[in-house]
């Protein structure tokens, strides 16, 4: 379990206007795992006693591409990104988390709107999806200033992180021509004005 090791494709980056997205690397696993042991983080991550394994476990995953986020040089979280391919359904989702030592600064909003701008533009899709635990305001604010809109609540859908119980997600999705620019208007909007940006 613990030599699970991460195998990904030719090194990419995304560079947003706070952050950029770098193809995680087996040297980041310290420090990601670092990250997950923050009260704040595990609580919704989760990952046992051995999180250096339960982030090589996460970063193996089959069918997700993960990055390491970067902010004035050093990894400060990771995110992630999967996709549903059959074409009459076809979107993407991800997920992410950043050190709490971060949070407040503008750095998940810039996350999110780069990778969200490189699943549109690079990749072609027109829907994303995004399901935080429905208590979890901080992050879904975040997600609304770029654009993804509530969709309804997923109801005891994970597991609680003491393994007793189960918690309501919210599903959050984005259409592409809904995507925010930092300064606030929709990428495609003609009309100049912002969408789902209001929370």
């Keep these: 379990m613990g030599n699970v090791r991460v195998r990904r494709p030719k090194e990419k980056t995304l560079a947003g206007a706070l952050?950029?997205?770098r193809t995680v690397r087996d040297t980041d696993v310290p420090q990601l795992a670092e990250i997950r042991r923050h009260p704040e983080?595990?609580?919704?991550w989760r990952g046992g006693e051995d999180l250096l394994a339960a982030v090589r476990e996460d970063l193996a995953e089959e069918g997700t591409?993960?990055?390491?986020?970067?902010?004035?040089?050093?990894?400060?979280?990771?995110?992630?990104?999967?996709?549903?391919?059959?074409?009459?359904y076809r979107h993407a989702g991800m997920d992410l988390y950043?050190?709490?030592?971060?949070?407040?600064?503008?750095?998940?909003?810039d996350t999110v709107r780069t990778l969200a701008r490189h699943l549109v533009e690079?990749?072609?899709?027109?829907?994303?999806?995004i399901d935080p635990a429905a208590d979890n305001a901080a992050a879904i604010a975040c997600y609304r200033k770029v654009g993804f809109r509530p969709v309804g609540t997923l109801r005891k859908y994970e597991r609680n992180a003491d393994g007793r119980g189960w918690h309501d997600s919210l599903l959050l999705d984005l259409l592409a021509e809904e995507l925010t620019r930092p300064d606030g208007d929709a990428a495609n909007d003609a009309d100049g004005t912002a969408r789902g940006t209001t929370h």
């Design 41 to 44: 983080v595990y609580a919704y």
């Design 19 to 21: 952050v950029t997205l």
């Design 65 to 88: 591409e993960t990055f390491a986020v970067l902010h004035e040089g050093r990894v400060v979280g990771a995110v992630g990104w999967y996709s549903e391919d059959e074409p009459d």
């Design 122 to 129: 690079d990749r072609g899709f027109h829907r994303l999806v």
């Design 98 to 109: 950043l050190s709490p030592a971060v949070h407040g600064k503008g750095l998940g909003t």
